[in-house]
């Protein structure tokens, strides 16, 4: 079955470049396009596409939109920024987003992402990612405050879903996190659904900033 993507650039050369990139895979069929937040979410919910790739700066924010389908379960969000991060970039994970792509990304890896996304991996640019994480955790200048009690549900986590955890902390992908433990994909994808719920997260990378912001197996780092 093809990857039914939704489109939410304020651009129109942006959005045709997308849209020309995306159907080029045999897999993905780009089912709409919305030019600002409010459309975006409305479409998705006619739509239900398995990912929005979502601007972070349009009318009607991109932010908002991505909060509102994360916390409505419609779609995956895939989010699109320029290499500058600012709050923005940071406020869209904690929405739940799936990852964010820099817009000058290649066609084959935004291709590749999108796949990555839909079948429920995060996805994060590798020129940014590591500042991402030293954000959150802290070892850059905060843009939020970072939590100052554990969230509920660490206890809750078994041993193979703390194993998992700490994979997540580590960026691995379902697929990576399946041959690192000697178990099956679907049975990763089970662990990481359970682990969010327990976490009251709503995104993988939701789940590997806690990782770091916490240490391995959810423990406080020394």
Do not use: W
């Not at 020309?20 to 459309?39: H, K």
């Not at 939020?144 to 703390?162: D, H, V």
């Not at 990481?192 to 709503?202: D, F, M």
């Amino acid at each position: 079955m093809s990857i039914r993507v939704l489109v939410a650039d304020d651009h129109a050369a942006v959005r045709a470049g997308l849209v020309l990139v995306l159907d080029r895979a045999a897999d993905i069929e780009v089912v709409g396009e919305a030019t600002d937040g409010g459309s975006a979410v409305r479409l998705a919910r006619r739509l239900r596409p398995d990912v929005v790739l979502m601007d972070i700066r349009m009318p009607g924010g991109g932010i908002e939109a991505t909060r509102v389908l994360v916390e409505e379960n419609v779609c995956q969000v895939l989010i699109l920024t320029t290499f500058d991060l600012d709050e923005y970039v940071y406020a869209a994970l904690r929405a739940g987003a799936a990852g964010f792509l820099i817009k000058s990304v290649e066609a084959l890896q935004l291709v590749e992402a999108v796949r990555l996304v839909a079948q429920g991996d995060g996805v994060l640019a590798p020129q940014v990612t590591r500042r991402v994480i030293s954000q959150f955790a802290g070892t850059a200048t905060a843009v939020e405050p970072r939590p100052q009690a554990p969230p509920k549900g660490l206890e809750q986590l078994t041993e193979r879903e703390r194993d998992v955890f700490d994979c997540l902390g580590e960026g691995l992908s379902n697929q990576q996190i399946a041959k690192r433990l000697y178990i099956s994909e679907t049975t990763v994808k089970s662990h990481v659904s359970h682990i969010l719920a327990k976490l009251g997260l709503r995104s993988r990378v939701q789940a590997a900033i806690l990782v770091q912001e916490r240490g391995h197996g959810g423990r406080p780092a020394p």
